[in-house]
């Protein structure tokens, strides 16, 4: 867990007190200055006006040391950020620490909400009676076809009537009921991913042939398709978590702005694995690997619902950093620990997290973040092997 994002809130109080303390103490100290220097200049004694100046000294210091909290701050998380890897994504704590009013601080705040969000999202359990709340939609349960929110996570969840290429609605969901021709060609069509694998003697994503799969992703994900012929792909050159939720102003191809309900429209009737390699343009933003995973749960239970999703994780850069391009390794590197980290504490049966085990020195690149034909073909055949 990325404890320095679950945290934010208290380190940005704290960093906030600091942030006052630089003000009011310099002003405490001129202020009781300037009461010793005027109790000095009236006072009897000799000596006063000396016990005064060491008095404004010694605060001085003080004022002077506040100041000095930043760099030592700083210090001591290089030095804690050199000593393991994993304890990098201490970033979060300083940049709350240190710049409390600034944007970085506020998107780790956003990622340790999204984080609880998700931690309870997986804590939720079904009521005594053996249901859950669901989205409400048409359930294929015990053989029959029932509209509501609230059904057995044993049941189905179908978007579209397969005899008529219909999106459900409750009323065809009930009609099905009454057909019984339609009702066994639909409930044959529609069997849950789980059956068609055991069919075929293996589970999860295993087994399934080639034409079952979709690609989705950004740029890279668009050189492997184009560079591997593959048809059943999505891309959004230059975007990321803002195109899965139809926002497709910074994909620079002509990009679907419903890629959701277009990916679910190539189920076949015998399971659909969606390959995902998406991250690469928002890794600078520290709230995103919690936000996929909201994202990708949020689609299995909707158009995605009869998918598998396999998450490729993010490929590495030539160097720390590309020109031209607003990236760097370490954080590539924070975004792929926190993307594994969810998905393997979410234990969901239906989203695979991929590492393909290839290092810069394995790959050939174009402009150090994406690659050659070439490249995009070694990518291609590591992911079959690795992930498919």
């Given at each position: 867990?990325?404890?320095?994002?679950?945290?934010?809130?208290?380190?940005?109080?704290?960093?906030?007190?600091?942030?006052?303390?630089?003000?009011?103490?310099?002003?405490?100290?001129?202020?009781?200055?300037?009461?010793?220097?005027?109790?000095?200049?009236?006072?009897?004694?000799?000596?006063?006006?000396?016990?005064?100046?060491?008095?404004?000294?010694?605060?001085?210091?003080?004022?002077?040391?506040?100041?000095?909290?930043?760099?030592?701050?700083?210090?001591?998380?290089?030095?804690?950020?050199?000593?393991?890897?994993?304890?990098?994504?201490?970033?979060?704590?300083?940049?709350?620490?240190?710049?409390?009013?600034?944007?970085?601080?506020?998107?780790?705040?956003?990622?340790?909400?999204?984080?609880?969000?998700?931690?309870?999202?997986?804590?939720?359990?079904?009521?005594?009676?053996?249901?859950?709340?669901?989205?409400?939609?048409?359930?294929?349960?015990?053989?029959?076809?029932?509209?509501?929110?609230?059904?057995?996570?044993?049941?189905?969840?179908?978007?579209?009537?397969?005899?008529?290429?219909?999106?459900?609605?409750?009323?065809?969901?009930?009609?099905?009921?009454?057909?019984?021709?339609?009702?066994?060609?639909?409930?044959?069509?529609?069997?849950?991913?789980?059956?068609?694998?055991?069919?075929?003697?293996?589970?999860?994503?295993?087994?399934?042939?080639?034409?079952?799969?979709?690609?989705?992703?950004?740029?890279?994900?668009?050189?492997?398709?184009?560079?591997?012929?593959?048809?059943?792909?999505?891309?959004?050159?230059?975007?990321?978590?803002?195109?899965?939720?139809?926002?497709?102003?910074?994909?620079?191809?002509?990009?679907?702005?419903?890629?959701?309900?277009?990916?679910?429209?190539?189920?076949?009737?015998?399971?659909?694995?969606?390959?995902?390699?998406?991250?690469?343009?928002?890794?600078?933003?520290?709230?995103?690997?919690?936000?996929?995973?909201?994202?990708?749960?949020?689609?299995?239970?909707?158009?995605?619902?009869?998918?598998?999703?396999?998450?490729?994780?993010?490929?590495?850069?030539?160097?720390?950093t590309v020109s031209g391009y607003n990236i760097n390794q370490t954080r590539v590197n924070n975004f792929n620990t926190e993307m594994e980290d969810?998905?393997?504490?979410?234990?969901?049966?239906?989203?695979?997290?991929?590492?393909?085990?290839?290092?810069?020195?394995?790959?050939?690149?174009?402009?150090?973040?994406?690659?050659?034909?070439?490249?995009?073909?070694?990518?291609?055949?590591?992911?079959?092997?690795?992930?498919?």
């Amino acid at each position: 867990m990325n404890f320095c994002a679950t945290s934010a809130r208290i380190w940005q109080l704290v960093g906030y007190a600091l942030f006052v303390l630089k003000i009011v103490i310099p002003l405490i100290i001129i202020i009781l200055g300037i009461i010793d220097f005027t109790k000095a200049l009236t006072a009897s004694k000799d000596d006063a006006l000396n016990d005064a100046v060491k008095a404004v000294l010694i605060r001085f210091v003080i004022g002077i040391a506040i100041f000095f909290i930043p760099l030592i701050i700083s210090t001591l998380f290089a030095f804690i950020k050199s000593a393991s890897p994993f304890i990098a994504k201490a970033e979060g704590c300083e940049e709350c620490l240190l710049k409390p009013f600034g944007d970085t601080c506020q998107a780790y705040k956003a990622e340790g909400e999204n984080i609880r969000n998700t931690q309870k999202q997986q804590a939720s359990k079904p009521n005594e009676d053996g249901y859950e709340v669901r989205t409400p939609g048409c359930y294929f349960c015990n053989s029959e076809y029932i509209w509501t929110d609230s059904a057995p996570s044993s049941c189905t969840r179908l978007s579209i009537e397969t005899s008529t290429g219909k999106k459900f609605t409750k009323e065809l969901c009930e009609a099905v009921n009454n057909d019984p021709d339609r009702k066994e060609h639909t409930s044959t069509a529609q069997k849950p991913p789980e059956e068609d694998d055991q069919n075929q003697g293996s589970s999860g994503t295993s087994g399934s042939s080639d034409k079952n799969y979709v690609f989705v992703g950004d740029s890279i994900m668009d050189g492997i398709c184009s560079n591997n012929n593959l048809s059943k792909c999505f891309s959004c050159v230059g975007g990321g978590l803002d195109w899965l939720n139809g926002d497709t102003s910074r994909c620079q191809n002509n990009a679907t702005n419903n890629v959701g309900n277009d990916v679910g429209e190539h189920y076949n009737g015998q399971g659909l694995n969606i390959v995902v390699y998406l991250g690469t343009n928002d890794v600078m933003a520290p709230a995103m690997p919690s936000e996929y995973y909201l994202k990708y749960d949020e689609l299995l239970k909707g158009p995605w619902h009869y998918g598998n999703i396999i998450v490729i994780k993010l490929l590495p850069l030539k160097s720390e950093t590309v020109s031209g391009y607003n990236i760097n390794q370490t954080r590539v590197n924070n975004f792929n620990t926190e993307m594994e980290d969810i998905v393997k504490r979410a234990n969901n049966s239906k989203v695979k997290y991929c590492d393909l085990g290839l290092s810069s020195g394995d790959l050939e690149y174009s402009d150090g973040l994406h690659f050659t034909a070439s490249g995009y073909k070694k990518i291609y055949e590591t992911i079959k092997s690795k992930c498919l």
